[in-house]
């Protein structure tokens, strides 16, 4: 099936550091991938959607200067959390919406990020 | 709007023990539905699917019907296993194929 890879899976950082995450679709060209945000509860909040070479589109409460997603070709998007702090701690996962059977996302194995 | 809503958990059963989450759904027009698992530490991966009316999913011995006039896409397994501890997500993509929602997400632990 489908293969959508995150890297890294985990990243420790200092406050006030940024911090980039890719999410890579390796077998298919992904026109839209989308970004999550999964709370201690389990919960996923989906955060922004990317289309490949256009702006995201962030849900509401999502700061986009805080939380940078960029969507230059089609098998590669990234977030940046800018001037991270440790309650941008979080797991980060995104995904991809891929051409070979509609509807399906397809997922990463998911971003874990700790800010001290 | 739209919208899923799926039984809270935890839950927690014996090897062997029959499964049931439910799972509803609130939609205009034709859905497709889906469960996911996400394993602790990873991503979400795809369970199954249903993509119209009466159709059952069915994976690693998990099943779902679409059952539109209930509105449910219920995940039932026979008889679990351990390996099967995971959190299961429901999750509907419109019509238009360009919205997703997922339910909560229901932790399942299966004890030897």
């Known amino acids: 099936g489908a293969v959508v890879s995150q890297h890294p899976s985990w990243v420790i950082c200092k406050s006030g550091t940024s911090v980039k995450i890719e999410c890579r679709s390796l077998?298919?060209?992904?026109?839209?991938m989308f970004w999550y945000r999964q709370f201690p509860k389990q919960s996923l909040m989906l955060m922004a959607t990317?289309?490949?070479?256009?702006?995201?589109?962030?849900e509401q409460g999502v700061e986009k200067d805080k939380f940078l997603i960029n969507h230059a070709s089609l098998t590669l998007s990234t977030l940046t959390v800018t001037s991270a702090h440790p309650e941008d701690s979080s797991f980060y996962i995104c995904?991809?919406?891929?051409?070979?059977?509609?509807?399906?996302?397809?997922f990463g194995e998911g971003s874990r990020l700790t800010v001290l | 709007g739209d919208s899923v809503t799926q039984m809270e958990g935890p839950v927690t059963l014996s090897e062997e023990a029959f499964l049931t989450i439910n799972c509803t759904y609130t939609?205009?027009?034709?859905?497709?539905l889906f469960w996911y698992v996400q394993y602790p530490g990873e991503g979400l991966q795809l369970l199954l699917k249903?993509?119209?009316?009466?159709d059952k999913g069915s994976n690693k011995g998990f099943e779902a019907t679409y059952r539109k006039e209930t509105t449910s896409f219920h995940l039932e397994k026979g008889s679990v296993q351990v390996s099967d501890s995971a959190v299961y997500f429901c999750?509907?993509?419109?019509?238009?194929?360009?919205?997703?929602?997922f339910g909560t997400g229901t932790s399942l632990t299966v004890i030897p």
């Open positions: 995904s991809a919406k891929g051409s070979i059977v509609t509807g399906e996302l397809f």
């Open positions: 077998d298919f060209q992904a026109t839209t």
């Open positions: 990317s289309n490949e070479g256009s702006k995201a589109t962030y």
């Open positions: 939609a205009t027009g034709y859905p497709s």
């Open positions: 249903a993509t119209k009316a009466d």
């Open positions: 999750a509907l993509i419109t019509n238009t194929g360009n919205q997703f929602y």
